[in-house]
């Protein structure tokens, strides 16, 4: 049982120093108070529309609270933060104490709560819920409920998405309770669901048309006759080259040599012959061209046989040797 006191008491601590607070910091719009325990100490991160006057002239406003919470409150080493809303408008407990001062200063309830909807709305928030409560046309107790766009009551996504402020208009016949409620603008319902269409087929190639054999060969026909046609016309319209006129020979004027003349043994002269060289078959290859080895002819001596061995002839020898001994 000793834990569980030990959060009760823990918990309204914490209630009364936002309490304090939101007395200490009405003029400045109180928009909330969050509470950190770190190994140096506290540290009190307190949102407000100004911060300006929280922090007073060379922050003697925050040293005195810093004061107080650390003697009034009992916290250790208490370090206060001041941060600026980003929207005040979908702050729900500065809204919660507009509205309260908008009673106070003598609007009508319902046109007092009409406006705040309508100008939480505008602000682009995906719902908002307005309640007024307390005596406010005569004795008797009586509610009055404000509300647009989408609300949650309970479950997961009203603790993770709805905020909610609360504050007192203090008038003649009795006080009057203010509660707004904002739902977050980034809010992502359960029922919020996206469909992923599928992929795209792709598109058919179109076909090709295939033209008949009989069409290819026509068509390859008149191509080659138009070619013919336009060789015709550029030879027919080139000009003919004109012909140079040979020099005519002066009287009097011998003949140039044209080269060494020869002369037979009866006296007449023969014209000098001139050889032409013929020209080569081959043809010199291309660049680039691989030209092919030239091939020789291999010839393969013949085998030559082998020398035959002579023929033993010893007895005829003897027997030549032995006459010639008888005739001795």
């Given at each position: 049982?000793?834990?569980e006191?030990?959060?009760?008491?823990?918990?309204?601590?914490?209630?009364?120093?936002?309490?304090?607070?939101?007395?200490?910091?009405?003029?400045?719009?109180?928009?909330?108070?969050?509470?950190q325990?770190?190994?140096?100490?506290?540290?009190?991160?307190?949102?407000?529309?100004?911060?300006?006057?929280?922090?007073?002239?060379?922050?003697?406003?925050i040293?005195?609270?810093?004061?107080?919470?650390?003697?009034?409150?009992?916290?250790?080493?208490?370090q206060?933060?001041?941060?600026?809303?980003?929207?005040?408008n979908?702050?729900a407990?500065?809204?919660?104490?507009?509205?309260?001062?908008?009673?106070?200063?003598?609007?009508?309830?319902?046109?007092?709560?009409?406006?705040?909807?309508?100008?939480?709305?505008?602000?682009?928030?995906?719902?908002?819920?307005?309640?007024?409560?307390?005596?406010?046309?005569?004795?008797?107790?009586?509610?009055?409920?404000?509300?647009?766009?989408?609300?949650?009551?309970?479950?997961?996504?009203?603790?993770?998405?709805?905020?909610?402020?609360?504050?007192?208009?203090?008038?003649?016949?009795?006080?009057?309770?203010?509660?707004?409620?904002?739902?977050?603008?980034?809010?992502?319902?359960?029922?919020e669901?996206?469909?992923?269409?599928?992929?795209?087929?792709?598109?058919?190639?179109?076909?090709?048309?295939?033209?008949?054999?009989?069409?290819?060969?026509?068509?390859?026909?008149?191509?080659?006759?138009?070619?013919?046609?336009?060789?015709?016309?550029?030879?027919?319209?080139?000009?003919?080259?004109?012909?140079?006129?040979?020099?005519?020979?002066?009287?009097?004027?011998?003949?140039?040599?044209?080269?060494?003349?020869?002369?037979?043994?009866?006296?007449?002269?023969?014209?000098?012959?001139?050889?032409?060289?013929?020209?080569?078959?081959?043809?010199?290859?291309?660049?680039?061209?691989?030209?092919?080895?030239?091939?020789?002819?291999?010839?393969?001596?013949?085998?030559?046989?082998?020398a035959?061995?002579?023929?033993?002839?010893?007895?005829?020898?003897?027997?030549?040797?032995?006459?010639?001994k008888?005739?001795?």
């Amino acid at each position: 049982m000793a834990s569980e006191r030990k959060f009760v008491t823990e918990n309204i601590r914490r209630v009364l120093l936002k309490e304090y607070l939101m007395s200490r910091v009405g003029r400045a719009g109180f928009g909330g108070l969050d509470v950190q325990r770190t190994p140096m100490g506290t540290r009190v991160t307190l949102i407000t529309e100004r911060p300006g006057l929280v922090i007073g002239r060379r922050g003697e406003a925050i040293k005195s609270l810093t004061r107080a919470i650390e003697e009034d409150f009992n916290f250790n080493n208490p370090q206060i933060e001041v941060q600026e809303v980003d929207n005040p408008n979908l702050n729900a407990q500065i809204m919660a104490e507009k509205l309260a001062n908008a009673l106070e200063r003598g609007w009508h309830f319902r046109r007092a709560g009409h406006s705040t909807v309508r100008r939480i709305m505008d602000n682009g928030a995906r719902g908002c819920q307005v309640i007024i409560a307390g005596k406010l046309t005569g004795q008797r107790h009586r509610t009055e409920k404000f509300k647009e766009g989408h609300i949650k009551y309970c479950g997961q996504a009203k603790l993770n998405f709805m905020t909610q402020g609360f504050a007192a208009a203090k008038l003649k016949p009795g006080i009057i309770g203010v509660t707004v409620q904002i739902m977050d603008p980034k809010a992502r319902l359960p029922d919020e669901i996206d469909i992923i269409p599928p992929p795209a087929e792709p598109a058919p190639m179109p076909e090709t048309p295939v033209a008949p054999p009989g069409e290819g060969k026509a068509e390859e026909q008149k191509a080659a006759e138009a070619v013919e046609e336009l060789k015709k016309a550029a030879v027919a319209e080139a000009p003919a080259k004109p012909k140079k006129a040979r020099a005519k020979k002066k009287e009097g004027e011998a003949a140039r040599p044209a080269g060494p003349q020869r002369v037979t043994a009866s006296g007449e002269e023969k014209k000098p012959v001139r050889k032409r060289k013929k020209k080569e078959d081959t043809v010199a290859p291309a660049q680039g061209a691989i030209t092919p080895a030239p091939t020789q002819a291999i010839t393969v001596p013949e085998p030559t046989p082998l020398a035959e061995a002579p023929e033993k002839k010893e007895p005829e020898k003897k027997a030549e040797s032995a006459e010639e001994k008888k005739e001795a």
